[in-house]
């Protein structure tokens, strides 16, 4: 029996792709993004409610040669104080919280954090991980970081687990197959210790209720002479998309949906109705409501979920209600929209002595890849090789890597000259002497 409203959890999600700003990306109030519950409080109770659970993805971080070379600590430092100053100034009852967890790789990172008077103060087992699937050998331009806890039951039972994980696949409407390839990697090398056995790995799939966020690059594709919609430019779509009645035809379009139906990717995950907010890229930096005419609008960010009591008869429905779903529009530092979901997620009794976990197809069984840290490790090794060249250019560039690889090659040349004629005039004077 699923829990009534009054004992959910209520979990509030947010994902913004900041465009490579660093500690510049994300104004310094974040109420219009980070306190959405003061637009649904009527939906809850009588009385506005502060988040049990509030979860802050990000994608591009910081420029890509400071992430790929580790420096990305202090820019997720100064987010993760400057989040939760911002969640408690605008709880509706001043509540506080605690960051259970910050977890970042390169350009992704993920903070989640719990209400002290509940979650923040009985969540434990806290776990974080990582992967990249970059083109170049598992990079972290591109990948996935997570988070995974437990919550133990009021009356001493085990309870339930709860994941969240951020990702930002390969963009670019034309590498559909390669952003299904990178979700399918994460599945394998994105590893959680098994609730029962910490010595053997799980995939994000071993939890009670599953969160899924990011920058999922999936776009609007619309077929050439479509006999449903007939629209062939950028310029032509976005003028679509302020009609919500027109956005319902363009979800149709929309590649992430027609591979969930395919059972192609995201395989027991739900979402709620996507098409009611406009589309979250590609806007014109600086402009609260115009997209740019270089690509096709689309809904790029977005948040699945799944929880243990969804079953599988039902792939389109799902016992979390989804109360909000939206973009930001008022952000314009950046070419997306953040984006953020409101959800009450049901908690139930556990008399087992095991954490129940997600119901699957029987046609689909996760499963880890046991070459999943050679295949992480490698990617790391790789970030820093790169990164650090690209960091130690862009400095002698003084900001550039073209204009210090130019300076480079300048100064090796300068190098060789110099070296050469030196030689010159020693062998000159040994041959006087």
Known sequence: MVSSQSDRLLVQIASYNTNLQGSQGVPQDLVDWLSPTLQVSTFLSREPRAPDIVAVGFQELLPLHLGLSGLSKPVIDERADHILTQIETHAPGKEKYTLLAKIVNAGVALLVYGRDDNVGRRACDVQTTWTGCGALGYMGNKGAVGVRFRIPGSEGDIGETYTFVCAHLTPHEEYLSYRIADYHHIVGTLLFSDNEDTRKP??????????????????????????????????????????????????????????RKKNTVFVGLREGEFWKFKCSYKYELGAIDRYSAKRV???????????????????????????????????????????????LVPQQKNTSKTVPILQLPASYTPKPDPLANLKRYTGRALDRTIGIIWWLLTVIGAGSAVVGLFNFIVGLGAWNWWKAAHSSISAGNGNSV
Not at 204 to 219: A, C, E, P
Not at 223 to 229: A, E, M
Not at 300 to 314: G, K, P, Q, S
């Open 297 to 343: 609008p689309s809904w790029t960010d977005r948040i699945l979920y799944a929880t243990h009591t969804d079953t599988v008869d039902t792939p389109d429905v799902s016992n979390i209600t989804n109360i909000l779903y939206t973009s930001i529009p008022s952000y314009t530092t950046s070419d997306h929209k953040p984006i953020v979901a409101l959800l």
């Open 202 to 259: 799980s995939t994000m799939f071993s939890t009670s209720h599953l969160f899924f966020l990011g920058d999922l690059n999936f776009r609007i594709s619309i077929p050439p002479n479509s006999p449903v919609i007939n629209l062939s430019s950028p310029r032509e779509i976005s003028d679509a998309l302020k009609n919500e009645d027109t956005r319902a035809i363009l979800k149709d379009f929309d590649q992430l949906s027609i591979e």
